[in-house]
C-alpha cells in the first residue's frame, strides 16, 4: 500500500487531522485520489486509488517522511436536501452523539470532504497531491418523509397565466411509510394539487415516490398562499393528541417578485455506469419569477474528476416562464458508488446559491439501450424518431424497442424536454398498458415538442444516451390560417371533455354578417369539403373544438384582392367562469398576428347570448397580407350584423373590392 494511501486511511479512521492552512498546490502539481467508505459506522477495510485494501500503520520511515508534508482540510455534512453543515474532522461520525442535532434531522447524506497535500519530501509518492472523501451515513430506522423541494414558490401572475409544480414525497427510512390520508390543499383558491390514482392509506416502501402537482391558476393579480398538509406515521414531531402519527406541512406560495429559480429536480441519479462509460443526464431550470433569471455559475464543488456540467451554448440567461436544460456527465473510473455535488448560483434574491446532489454508481456491465418511438394513433405515421402532425392529434410514444445486454428492461423514464409556448403535456397511460412502457399525449399547439426517454434493466444498469423524440405540430398547405385558444383558470381539468365552449369566425366583408352563412364561416356553416363558396376564396373549418382549450382553426385559400375578411371570437357555452382567448393568424404557415389572453366573462347557450370578439381584419392583395387589428367586445348579439369598418381600415389607403369605403 501506497504512503499516499495509508495517510488518507489514517485521515478517514481518525477524523482528528490538525488541518492548518497551507499554500495549495497547483493543479498542474497534483496527482488525484479517491477514497469512498461505504459506513462510517464500521469502516472495515478502505481500498486506496489503485483498489488495494489495508489498514497497516504507516512504517516508522514512512512517518518520519510525512513531517515535512503540509496539509489543507475542508468539508461538511451533505443531506438529501442539498444543504451543507460543516465539522470538525475530530468531533463527528455518523454514530457520535450529538450527530442528529447537528445535521438538523437530516436521516441520510454523506460526510464529503477534500484535502489537499504537499510535501517538501524527496520521495516521488509524496509530492503534492489531494485527496477526496466520502462517507455514507447509514439510514435511520423506521420511516422518513422527505419532500423535495421544501417549500413551493410561484412567481405572481395574473390571469390568464398557468404555471405548474412537482412536490415529490420519498421515504428515505428504513421502514414503510404510511399516508394515512390523501394530501390536503387548503388556503387561497389561486392553488390545487393533482393527486395519482391511489387508495388511502397509502405505503411507500423504502425510496419510493409519490409525485403531486401543484397547479397555480391565478383569478387575479394578487399574492397568494396555502398549504399542503401531510398525515404519516414518521413521528420524529408526533401529533400532540396521537403519538402514532404527524403532520407535515408544506408551505405554497405567489408573491414573488423579481428573478426566481427552480430545478425540475434536486437529486440526479444516473445510475450504475459500466465501467470505462460516460453518461449523461439533463437537469433542468426555470424561471419562476417576474424578471429575467442571470445563472452565474454552474460547478461540481464535488467530485469533480466523475461529475461535470455541460451548458452547450448556453449563456446563462433564462426569461420570465421560460426554462433551459443542461447536462451532467459522470465518467466511471472505479466500480462502488460515486457522490457529487453541483452548485448553482444565480441572481435569485430569495436563493442565490443552491446545490443538486449527484450519484452514479460504477461497475462491470453494459449500458442498457433507450429506444423511443412515436406514432400518431390514427395510424397515419407509426413508429418514428422524427415526424409532422396536425393539431389536435394524439400521439402514442413507445419504448419497446429498448434493450438491455445483461438483462430485461424495468423502467421507463419519460421526459419533455420541449414544447410550444403555453403549451400543457400530460404524458398519460395507453389504454390496455399499466407499465410506463408506452404514454401518449394530446398536441394542442403549433410548434415543436421534444420528449426523452431514459431506460434501467434488472441489473441497475442505465442507458448512457437518452433518446429523444420530435414532433414538428404543422398547419395545412393553406394560405391563410386562423387559429384560437382559450383558458379557463378555474377549470381543473382541461384535458377532459367537460369545458367551455368559445367559436372562431371568419367573415367576408362586403356580403357577409356574422353568424350567417355563405358568408361567415363557423361550425354551423364549416364548409369541410373547402369548396370555393365564396367565390373565388374557397374557406373551411379545419378544427371545432366543443370542450376544453381548443385549438379551432379555420384556413382559406384562394383569396381575392382588394378584399377585407373579419376574424372574429364568441364565447358560445360557459363552464368553469372567465375564459382567456387567443387569436393567431398565419399567411403562409408563418404567424403573421397574435392577440392573447382576451377576458371573455360572459358565456352564453345560444349564438344570440354571449360575449363576442371582434378581434382583426385581414387585407389580401398581390399575394401579401395586411392584418390590423380592432379588439372591441361586448355582449349584445351580433347575429345578423355586418363586421364593423373600422377606422384603421378606412385610413390605410388599402383598396377595397366592396366599396367599404
Known amino acids: 500500500m501506497s504512503i499516499k494511501a495509508q495517510l488518507t486511511t489514517t485521515l478517514l479512521l481518525s477524523f482528528a487531522l490538525a488541518c492548518s492552512p497551507a499554500e495549495r498546490p497547483s493543479n498542474e502539481d497534483r496527482d488525484t485520489g479517491d477514497v469512498s467508505v461505504s459506513d462510517a459506522k464500521d469502516i472495515g477495510s478502505i481500498e486506496d486509488e489503485d483498489g488495494n485494501g489495508s489498514q497497516d500503520d504507516p512504517t516508522e520511515d514512512e512517518t518520519d517522511a510525512l513531517e515535512g508534508c503540509h496539509y489543507d482540510c475542508f468539508g461538511g455534512y451533505a443531506c438529501r436536501e442539498g444543504s451543507v453543515y460543516e465539522f470538525d474532522y475530530g468531533a463527528l461520525s455518523c454514530d457520535e452523539p450529538g450527530y442528529d442535532e447537528l445535521v438538523k434531522g437530516c436521516t441520510e447524506g454523506w460526510l464529503v470532504g477534500q484535502c489537499e497535500f504537499g510535501c517538501a519530501s524527496e520521495i516521488p509518492d509524496l509530492q503534492s497531491w489531494e485527496a477526496h472523501w466520502t462517507i455514507a451515513c447509514g439510514r435511520a430506522e423506521g420511516p422518513r418523509l422527505e419532500v423535495l423541494p421544501s417549500s413551493v414558490r410561484f412567481a405572481r401572475h395574473a390571469p390568464p397565466e398557468r404555471a405548474f409544480q412537482t412536490l415529490r414525497l420519498i421515504n428515505v427510512g428504513q421502514g414503510p411509510l404510511i399516508l394515512y390520508e390523501a394530501p390536503e390543499y387548503t388556503g387561497g383558491v389561486d392553488f390545487r394539487i393533482e393527486l395519482p390514482g391511489a387508495d388511502y392509506p397509502l405505503t411507500l416502501e423504502t425510496d419510493q415516490v409519490l409525485d403531486i402537482n401543484v397547479v397555480y391558476a391565478p383569478r387575479g393579480a394578487h399574492a397568494e398562499q396555502g398549504e399542503i398538509v401531510i398525515l404519516t406515521n414518521d413521528v420524529r414531531d408526533p401529533d400532540a393528541e396521537d403519538r402514532t402519527q404527524a403532520v407535515h406541512k408544506v408551505s405554497v406560495e405567489a408573491n414573488i417578485e423579481g428573478p426566481c429559480i427552480q430545478a425540475d429536480r434536486y437529486m440526479l441519479n444516473l445510475g450504475s455506469v459500466p465501467l470505462g462509460e460516460r453518461a449523461s443526464d439533463s437537469i433542468t431550470l426555470r424561471n419562476c419569477g417576474t424578471q429575467p433569471l442571470n445563472v452565474s455559475d454552474l460547478v461540481v464543488i464535488w467530485n469533480s474528476a466523475s461529475f461535470s456540467a455541460d451548458t452547450g451554448s448556453w449563456n446563462g440567461s433564462i426569461g420570465v416562464n421560460e426554462s433551459a436544460s443542461f447536462l451532467v456527465h459522470f465518467t466511471s473510473f472505479r466500480a462502488g458508488t460515486q457522490l457529487g455535488k453541483l452548485l448553482v448560483s444565480s441572481d435569485d434574491p430569495l436563493q442565490p446559491e443552491f446545490a443538486i446532489d449527484l450519484v452514479a454508481h460504477g461497475a462491470e456491465g453494459t449500458c442498457s439501450n433507450a429506444v423511443a418511438r412515436a406514432s400518431l394513433s390514427d395510424g397515419s405515421v407509426v413508429d418514428r424518431q422524427q415526424l409532422s402532425a396536425k393539431p389536435l392529434q394524439t400521439v402514442i410514444l413507445d419504448g419497446i424497442a429498448s434493450r438491455s445486454v445483461d438483462g430485461h428492461i424495468v423502467s421507463y423514464e419519460w421526459e419533455v424536454l420541449e414544447k410550444p409556448p403555453g403549451a400543457n403535456v400530460t404524458l398519460g397511460p395507453v389504454a390496455g398498458d399499466d407499465t410506463l412502457r408506452t404514454r401518449q399525449f394530446r398536441l394542442t399547439s403549433v410548434g415543436t415538442y421534444r420528449i426523452g426517454l431514459n431506460v434501467v434493466d434488472s441489473d441497475g444498469f442505465r442507458s448512457c444516451t437518452q433518446s429523444v423524440v420530435t414532433i414538428l405540430v404543422r398547419l395545412w398547405n393553406r394560405k391563410v390560417q386562423i387559429e384560437l385558444t382559450w383558458t379557463n383558470p378555474a377549470d381543473p381539468d382541461e384535458s377532459d371533455d367537460v369545458g367551455s365552449d368559445l367559436d372562431l369566425h371568419l367573415t367576408k366583408m362586403g356580403p357577409g354578417q356574422w353568424f350567417m352563412a355563405p358568408y361567415d364561416v363557423y361550425y ?105 387589428a380592432v379588439d372591441t367586445s361586448h355582449v349584445t348579439s351580433s347575429v345578423g350584423q355586418a363586421p364593423q369598418v373600422s377606422e384603421n381600415m378606412s385610413g390605410s389607403g388599402l383598396c377595397t373590392s366592396q366599396s367599404l369605403y
Open 524 to 628: 354551423n356553416n364549416a364548409n369541410l369539403g373547402g369548396d370555393p363558396i365564396w367565390n373565388p376564396e374557397s374557406p373551411r373549418m379545419e378544427i371545432d373544438v366543443t370542450a376544453g382549450v381548443g385549438p379551432e382553426i379555420i384556413s382559406l385559400d384562394d383569396l381575392d384582392d382588394c378584399q377585407w375578411y373579419a376574424v372574429g371570437a364568441h364565447y358560445y357555452r360557459e363552464i368553469f367562469g372567465t375564459a382567456y382567448a387567443s387569436v393567431r393568424i398565419y399567411v403562409d404557415s408563418q404567424l403573421a398576428f397574435e392577440r392573447r389572453d382576451m377576458p371573455m366573462t360572459t358565456g352564453g347557450q345560444f349564438m344570440t347570448t354571449g360575449q363576442f370578439w371582434d378581434v382583426a381584419r385581414i387585407h389580401w392583395k398581390d399575394g401579401k397580407a395586411t392584418i390590423l
